[in-house]
């Protein structure tokens, strides 16, 4: 999701509390704060040695020791009033992907991209997800694209010579 989007659906839904799935049925506690905001500019060389260049806004999420078994989230107008804060302060890049960097004691620290939102009841339920490694130069570096493997099992099976029905 590009920030530009992600302000969207904020402003859009200025009246709901705002809710973090960082993995499915898991949720950033209630206790959790803006901390930061990052304006990222990648300048990257791939295993290929192919140049990239990209953007990345990064909003960093943590829950406050201090406020353990809180129930209320923080409402998307008072998250909307942070990120608005930061952006007089230091320009988006609203065409920039926007992450979430989040962690707890029992999930690593990561940087998690923004997969879907869902509006259910009064909440805005922001879903987050992991995003894998990968080689951008799997055609140069000789990397076969995966395919679906078929058993000899299968093969001997369905054959017209095979023994099923």
Same mark, same amino acid.
């Given at each position: 999701m590009k920030t530009q989007e992600l302000?969207?659906?904020l402003e859009q839904n200025q009246d709901k509390s705002l809710l973090f799935e960082?993995?499915?049925?898991?949720?950033?506690?209630?206790n959790y704060h803006?901390? =930061? #905001? $990052?304006?990222?500019?990648?300048?990257?060389?791939?295993?290929?040695s192919q140049v990239d260049a990209w953007k990345e806004t990064i909003i960093q999420l943590w829950e406050s020791p201090n406020e353990l078994g809180k129930t209320e989230y923080m409402s998307v107008y008072k998250a909307l009033a942070i990120l608005n804060k930061v952006g007089k302060?230091?320009?988006?890049?609203?065409?920039? =992907? #926007? $992450?979430?960097?989040y962690s707890n004691a029992t999930f690593h620290t990561?940087?998690?991209?923004?997969?879907?939102?869902e509006i259910r009841g009064n909440n805005l339920i922001v879903k987050l997800a992991i995003e894998k490694t990968d080689c951008k130069a799997k055609?140069?570096?000789?990397?076969?694209?995966?395919?679906?493997?078929?058993?000899?099992?299968?093969?001997?099976?369905?054959?017209?010579?095979?023994?099923?029905?």
């Open positions: 302000f969207k659906v960082y993995a499915p049925n898991l949720l950033v506690g209630a803006i901390t =930061e #905001v $990052k304006h990222l500019a990648i300048d990257s060389v791939d295993c290929g302060m230091k320009s988006y890049d609203l065409d920039a =992907e #926007v $992450k979430f960097e990561a940087q998690l991209f923004v997969n879907d939102f055609e140069l570096c000789g990397v076969p694209e995966p395919t679906e493997a078929v058993s000899k099992e299968a093969e001997v099976c369905c054959s017209p010579d095979g023994n099923c029905c």
